[in-house]
């Protein structure tokens, strides 16, 4: 079946630092990715579409300059958290769906970022 | 706009014992509705789905769920749990204007399974 891969599946940075995070679909092409962040026993939130070739669609409320989404080609989509302050520590997830058409997401494992 | 709620934080099953754990949503119209489990270090597993049709919806490992419109309700069963299926379930709806890929998610159960 598809399989999403993410890396780092985890990372601790200095603040203010910037730290990137990959998500890769592994045995299909994904045009559209998605990127989530779970806080600590909260649900996952949808912070924005990864469009390949073109510009990410950011939720509202979600700091575009802050989160920079790159979806350079069909297999991988990349989150920049920039200039990272404690309460950035999260846990990221990506997911994509394959162009296949089917009305399934494939999630990936999450990076959890913790920033000291 | 759409949102779901788990009222169950955890639940603790006897291995064996059947289970049921409950999800409302909140939607003006049929939504997609589905069923997610996320074990330690591992990434999201769909459950099972449901988009319209029959109410009561066959998944993987022995899951099923029913969509209740009447009681905004799709929760999710499983007749004899095993130890393997101690896990953290999310709910996850998504309307049919935006389609499936905009997901809303509950806040989780956490299933604990005890000897």
């Known amino acids: 079946g598809a399989v999403v891969s993410q890396h780092p599946s985890w990372v601790i940075c200095k603040s203010g630092t910037s730290v990137k995070i990959e998500c890769r679909s592994l045995?299909?092409?994904?045009?559209?990715m998605f990127w989530y962040r779970q806080f600590p026993k909260q649900s996952l939130m949808l912070m924005a579409t990864?469009?390949?070739?073109?510009?990410?669609?950011?939720e509202q409320g979600v700091e575009k300059d802050k989160f920079l989404i790159n979806h350079a080609s069909l297999t991988l989509s990349t989150l920049t958290v920039t200039s990272a302050h404690p309460e950035d520590s999260s846990f990221y997830i990506c997911?994509?769906?394959?162009?296949?058409?089917?009305?399934?997401?494939?999630f990936g494992a999450g990076s959890r970022l913790t920033v000291l | 706009a759409q949102s779901v709620t788990q009222p169950d934080i955890h639940i603790t099953v006897s291995e064996g014992a059947s289970l049921e754990l409950r999800c409302n949503y909140s939607?003006?119209?049929?939504?997609?509705l589905f069923w997610y489990v996320q074990s330690p270090g591992q990434g999201l597993q769909l459950l099972l789905k449901?988009?319209?049709?029959?109410?009561l919806v066959q998944g993987i490992k022995g899951f099923e769920a029913e969509f209740k419109r009447s009681q905004s309700s799709f929760n999710l069963r499983k007749p004899s749990v095993h130890w393997s299926d101690a896990a953290e379930y999310f709910c996850?709806?998504?309307?049919?204007?935006?389609?499936?890929?905009?997901?809303?998610f509950g806040t989780g159960t956490r299933l604990l399974v005890s000897p």
């Open positions: 997911s994509a769906r394959t162009d296949s058409g089917a009305n399934v997401l494939t």
């Open positions: 449901y988009f319209s049709g029959d109410t």
């Open positions: 939607y003006g119209a049929t939504p997609y």
């Open positions: 990864s469009n390949e070739g073109s510009k990410a669609t950011y």
């Open positions: 045995d299909f092409q994904a045009t559209t």
């Open positions: 996850a709806v998504a309307n049919t204007l935006t389609g499936f890929q905009k997901l809303v």
